[in-house]
C-alpha cells in the first residue's frame, strides 16, 4: 500500500521565499494486539510470548535508563537512551528575580537582589528539568523503509492523482488543510498554502 501524500507551499518569512513540502495523510495504526500476532506469526514463538517480552520491555527499560544507561534494543541498534531538557533565558532569570525582589518582605534583602545581573549555569536549577526518553533509529532501517516505501500523490477533493510519480505538472488543485500544525514550515514565522502547485 501507497503512503498518501499532500504538498503543501508554504512562505517563511524569515527567509522571505516559497517552499513545496510534502505530509504524510494516512496515520494508519497497527495495534499492539495485531503488532503481536504478526511478528509471532512464521516463528517458534506465540503472539502471547510476544506480547509477554513487549510488557516486559515496557515496564523495566525505564528503570534500566533511570540509572544513566543507554539501552541497545536490537542487533543493528536500536537504541533508547535518557534525555534532559529544560532552559533558562536572560529575561526568564529577570522576572525570576524581580518576583523574588517583590515577596520579600525584609527591605533590606530585597535591595541585595540585582534583577539586572548576568544569568549563569547556576540560575537554572533541577526543578527546570525534564526527563525524557530519546531513541535513536539504525540507519539500516530507514534504508529498508525506502526501498519498500511507494508514494500516492492525493489531493483533498479526490483520490490519488499519480502514483509513484515525481513530475512538477502545473494543474491547478485545492486540497488538504489551511494549518500548518506540525509546524512544517521551514521553520519560524510562515504561512501555508495547501494544494497549490499540484
Not at 9 to 19: G, S
Not at 61 to 90: D, H, M, W, Y
Not at 115 to 128: E, H, P
Request: hydrophobic share 35%; net charge negative.
Amino acid at each position: 500500500m501507497a503512503l498518501n501524500v499532500q504538498f503543501y507551499k508554504v512562505h517563511n518569512h524569515l527567509t522571505n521565499e516559497d517552499i513545496v513540502i510534502p505530509r504524510i495523510v494516512n496515520q494508519q495504526a497497527l495495534e499492539f494486539n495485531e503488532l503481536c500476532e504478526y511478528l509471532a506469526d512464521g516463528s517458534t514463538v506465540t503472539a502471547a510470548d510476544v506480547s509477554a517480552v513487549m510488557k516486559q520491555i515496557e515496564m523495566r527499560l525505564p528503570l534500566i535508563l533511570g540509572l544513566n544507561a543507554k539501552v541497545v534494543c536490537s542487533p543493528e541498534g536500536l537504541t533508547f537512551r535518557p534525555k534532559v531538557s529544560g532552559s533558562l533565558t536572560q529575561s526568564q532569570l529577570k522576572a525570576k528575580l524581580e518576583a523574588k525582589k517583590a515577596a520579600e518582605t525584609d527591605p533590606e534583602k530585597a535591595a541585595l537582589i540585582d534583577v539586572n545581573r548576568a544569568i549563569s549555569v547556576s540560575d537554572l536549577s533541577i526543578g527546570d528539568l525534564t526527563a525524557s526518553i530519546a531513541i535513536e533509529l539504525p540507519k539500516k532501517w530507514d534504508e529498508r523503509f525506502q526501498s519498500k516505501a511507494a508514494f500516492k500523490r492525493i489531493t483533498k477533493d479526490s483520490d490519488s492523482v499519480s502514483e509513484g510519480t515525481d513530475s512538477t505538472d502545473d494543474t491547478d488543485s485545492t486540497g488538504g488543510s489551511t494549518t500548518d500544525p506540525d509546524n512544517q514550515g521551514g521553520g519560524g514565522n510562515s504561512s501555508i498554502t495547501p494544494g497549490e502547485g499540484d
